[in-house]
């Protein structure tokens, strides 16, 4: 959705600016989506809609919660890793529908949805839904950052769809394939969220001590 900084700020006033953080894992979209929530935003979490659909699957494996589906989807380099991907894609379009319904519905709030690093994957009928009724802010990974980025998902996974960039090379180690194939993902996800954004927001500008409504107001002047 297109905005001009007028029709932003009416919508923001009568409480019906709707906004989707999108963007990789580790970027900062819950991080922020829970500080606009305190300035009485609605918060969709899309991960929680996904984690309660597995939820089943989870507890069949033992494992329960959001933190534990990246336990149960695995690495790219597990044999499970396919099979697992595909259906939390699945599960994720269906939480997508969930949330097209629920903001429709709902007009009296101002919306912040939390979007997984993989909605890009779910297909381009979904971006293009998106788009159509919500404002989409991309936090953009900025070059410096991108090893950080990995080295935080090695140190604490998060559940991430490759697709089918994980190829390893002969040789290589697991840990090698995996950065040198998260790198290539970050870059095609970069591509791919640009295509869907209407605002792009690079992470280096971003403090993370900056207050909610100073993020309203970068995404303000960024239109």
Known sequence: MKLSQKQFDQLLKK??????????SNIGK?????????????????????????APELKACGYSGIKDVSLWMGQPHDKRFSV???????????????????????????IVIDTTGSFVHIGSDACFRLKECVLVVYIKADDFIKEKMFEKYVKKPKPVVFGNVFAPKKGETNKQALKRCYLKL?????????????????????SQNMGAKQFISLIRKSL
């Open 186 to 206: 970050l870059n095609l996800r970069s591509v791919l969220y640009t295509q869907c954004a209407d605002v792009i927001i690079s992470r280096g500008v971003i």
């Open 84 to 110: 697992c991907q595909q259906k939390y894609l699945e599960f994720e379009k269906e939480a997508m529908q969930q949330i097209f319904e629920q903001i429709k519905n709902e007009k009296r709030q101002n």
């Open 30 to 54: 819950t991080h922020w989506s829970k500080k606009l929530a305190k300035i009485n935003f609605k918060h969709i979490n899309c991960d929680d809609l996904i984690e309660a659909r597995l």
């Open 15 to 24: 409480n019906k600016l709707v906004l989707s953080l999108i963007g990789m």
